[in-house]
């Protein structure tokens, strides 16, 4: 990377039940935490809670990662999907209004395609699954990538998004929107270790405000 600053990424956690002690929790993927480091990035896990903003502003945010993990409530209306719902919409607000740029994984896909319009619907065959993933032009560098799955909805329709990519049966895997610095796709790529460069290089692509 050149210069001297690391980019600032505000990535949000997994809000789930501890049913024992009926806590709700936070959690990551620390592949997540080594995958941003490959990048070039400095990482915040958004604090989940009424000044969660206040402190990515002050952290100084300069992109934001909606993470995968769990159902949207429109699927399963339990505690933790509302709340979490909640929090990532604020995320994608903001980074609308900051117009910085913003990419959402799996369920974050999911998400930014319902807050902009679209629909979900029900899949088989993508659950712990690999696949290929083919473009319609050089988004992602390549015109199509070999892609790990572990969804069982995805995006019907789209909205005010547009589509980028699709699986060969059909399955819409990623979209950008027509206006914004907003991106989503449905694979994970910090379950691949080592990790493709296709990933980091798209990761950093998406995030170029800070010169590589």
């Known amino acids: 990377m050149q210069g001297d600053?690391?980019?600032?990424?505000?990535?949000?956690?997994?809000?789930?039940?501890?049913?024992?002690?009926?806590?709700?929790?936070?959690?990551?993927?620390?592949?997540?935490?080594?995958l941003l480091e490959e990048v070039g990035c400095e990482i915040m896990i958004a604090p989940y809670g009424q000044n969660m903003l206040k402190t990515v502003r002050d952290f100084g945010a300069?992109?934001?990662?909606?993470?995968?993990?769990?159902?949207?409530?429109?699927?399963?209306?339990?505690e933790e999907n509302i709340l979490r719902d909640g929090y990532e919409k604020e995320l994608v607000d903001f980074a609308v209004d900051a117009k910085i740029p913003l990419l959402?994984?799996?369920?974050?896909?999911?998400?930014?395609?319902v807050y902009f319009g679209g629909h979900l619907m029900e899949v088989s065959n993508h659950r712990r699954s690999t696949h290929?993933?083919?473009?319609?032009?050089?988004?992602y560098g390549a015109k199509s990538i070999s892609c790990?799955?572990?969804?069982?909805?995805?995006?019907?329709?789209?909205?005010?998004?547009?589509?980028?990519?699709?699986?060969?049966?059909?399955?819409?895997?990623?979209?950008?929107?027509?206006?914004?610095?907003?991106?989503?796709?449905?694979?994970?790529?910090?379950?691949?270790?080592?990790?493709?460069?296709?990933?980091?290089g798209f990761l950093r692509r998406i995030f170029s405000k800070i010169n590589f």
């Open 104 to 113: 959402g994984v799996c369920r974050g896909m999911q998400f930014l395609g």
């Open 62 to 78: 300069d992109g934001i990662i909606l993470s995968g993990g769990g159902d949207l409530s429109v699927i399963s209306n339990a």
């Open 148 to 200: 790990n799955s572990y969804h069982n909805y995805a995006l019907k329709d789209v909205g005010q998004m547009s589509i980028v990519a699709t699986s060969p049966d059909g399955v819409i895997e990623s979209v950008r929107h027509k206006e914004h610095d907003i991106f989503g796709i449905m694979w994970h790529p910090e379950r691949d270790e080592p990790f493709k460069q296709e990933h980091v």
């Open 5 to 34: 600053s690391l980019k600032k990424i505000v990535i949000t956690p997994r809000l789930s039940l501890d049913e024992g002690t009926k806590e709700l929790r936070i959690s990551l993927d620390t592949a997540w935490i080594r």
């Open 132 to 139: 290929i993933v083919e473009f319609d032009d050089d988004f």
